[in-house]
């Protein structure tokens, strides 16, 4: 019988012995390694801490439990025990792993690879972290161990778990009810297992050989709570090595998802092996660049991409299309730093809908010191210093003023591309968001086919969420500023002029748009139509933004 692919890749998880990975999802269930277990084992604070990947207050409390020193439910001292062997880094004998597995435990997490000697003890070889997804599905998933459970920096090929990009990207991914969906750079596969509760089928890719074994591991151990048949994975899953859209060339997907290696990374011509889990290998954003103005070429007509990124903000827009004068006569002094947007605008074909979100800005210094902590290159100082000049040289080579992180939203249309948004938003804002996402892309589409008169044949209502806030100086006869706030989403604030509050008052539903503009023009003795079209563009913009809503009247 011939292996299946990805099934026995060196320094990763086997999944070749169904029967073996099945055994271990039995054992773990057996000793509840689940979240809401390790939740009660550890405590809300050292719970907390780990998932900070700060381990010392979880190893205290789990060398209580099993030292007898605090009082334990009956099965806690075995969670305890697979909780410090997966995810705090601790070892322990053959015997040790049955007594807290169950007996075969050790020949079991042998035949999977999952175990290495180290110091005469057995340690494990893999991170396995119990993930509950937002809709109440409970996985295990095995990822490289991280900074904070070995030591050393991080090996150049690491697979990661989950990190908090992984769960940014989840939660901005549209759950629509799709026939294909796409995660580009899979890593541990879990966008694959959030993708299964919605896509008819998920193709999965990565450069690493190592992250596809990961990924292919996690889904047979989870095959139960996906509702996969290991034996017959190929039917919803597909796993496919090489870089980019390069595995994926000449076919469309629904759905196209992707947290991909876009971390800047100075190059270098000596080069030796690359970060794969975070860095393409290309020269500053191209990696992001390249992918945005590739990735609708996938998509089916209707189809839609939802990504993590980042983008540098240039001092000068070497790139802009000349309008003025030549840029080598301009005085750049009194120009003011180009828009975090202009470059990334430009690498969106023009037939695609976008949607940009920028969620964060860091200076060039911190984008380093951040990316540089992350794969522990702190740990040697001496190549940290050399590092970080390596970016200062880099980032000044270009004229990087500051680095942006964000969400981007793509669509092919299936008619022409109306829909281009770019906005920052860096306050906290709902969690899952994608359902915000697609109501507000379904508000703009609505309000596409509609021109002002049908808007104002419209019924609106104000959305559940939506408040509104007025502040008035002591003694002032009237509000001096009118605010409308989403509780909800995006959580956005809108600044309103008293007519345009006047005409929020009165959605209710009952009378239509121009009903309500005509009687505030009554009452308020507007001359000719007043404001009622800047009014008519506000209120296009709250619905827009899911302000007011559409009823099914309109
Ligand atoms: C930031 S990780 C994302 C992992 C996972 N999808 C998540 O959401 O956490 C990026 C992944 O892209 C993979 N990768 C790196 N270079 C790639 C390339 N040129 N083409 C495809 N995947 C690549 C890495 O191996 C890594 O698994």
Known sequence: MSIPEFSRVPDSPYSDDVKAVEAL????????????????????????????????????????????????????????????????????????????????AF??????????????????????????????TELWVASDLGAHQRPGALKRDHVLGIGQASLTLAQFTERRPVRSALDLGTGCGIQVFHLLAHAERVT?????????????????????????????????????????????????FDLVVSNPPFVITPRREDEDELYTYRDGGLPGDQLVSELLGALPGILAPGGRAQLLGNWEIHEIDAEAPQTGPRQDQRDDSQEPRPAWDARPRRWIPATADA??????????EEYAETWLRDASQQRDPEAFEAASLDYSRDFA???????????????????????????????????????????????????ERMDDERLRAAHL??????????????????????????????????????????????????????????????????????????????????????????????
């Open 25 to 104: 999802a039995q054992a773990l269930a057996a000793v509840d390694f689940s979240y809401e277990g390790i939740r009660g084992l550890l405590g809300e604070g050292p719970f907390a801490a780990l998932a900070r990947d700060h381990v010392v207050p979880a190893r205290h409390r789990i060398r209580q439990v099993l030292g007898g020193e605090v009082a334990a439910r009956p099965g806690q001292r075995r969670l305890a025990g697979a909780v410090e062997l997966f995810m705090l880094g601790g070892g322990t004998s053959q015997e040790g792993l049955d007594a807290v597995l169950g007996e075969g």
């Open 107 to 136: 020949e079991t997490l042998r035949a999977l690879n999952l175990i290495e000697e180290a110091d005469g003890r057995w340690v494990s070889a893999v991170d396995l972290t119990p993930h509950a997804a937002d809709d109440g």
């Open 204 to 252: 999965a890719t990565d450069l690493s050989e190592r992250a596809l074994a990961f990924t292919r591991f996690n889904l047979i151990l989870n095959a139960g709570a996906l509702g996969l048949d290991p034996s017959r994975l190929g039917d919803r899953v597909e796993l496919l090595r090489g870089s980019l859209l390069e595995p994926v060339a000449g076919r469309e």
């Open 355 to 364: 949607w940009i979100i920028q969620r964060e800005e860091l200076s060039p």
């Open 397 to 447: 080579s270009r004229g990087v003023a500051a680095v942006g992180f964000g969400m981007i939203w793509l669509r092919r249309p299936e008619g022409e591309a109306a829909l281009r948004r770019f906005e920052e938003i860096g306050h906290p804002i709902q969690q899952p968001v994608a359902p915000a996402i697609t109501a507000a892309v379904e508000a703009h589409d609505a309000l």
């Open 461 to 554: 209502t104000v959305a559940g969420d939506v408040t509104e806030e007025r502040h008035q100086r002591p003694g002032a006869e009237h509000p001096g500023v009118i605010l409308l706030r989403q509780g909800a989403g995006l959580r956005r604030t809108e600044l309103l002029s008293t007519e345009a509050a006047g005409f929020v008052s009165a959605c209710d539903g009952e009378l239509s748009a121009g009903q309500i503009l005509d009687a505030l023009g009554a009452l308020l003795e507007w001359e000719d139509e007043g404001p009622a079209s800047d009014l008519l563009l506000h209120i296009r913009r709250l619905v827009g933004h899911g302000f007011l809503e559409l009823t099914a009247r309109s």
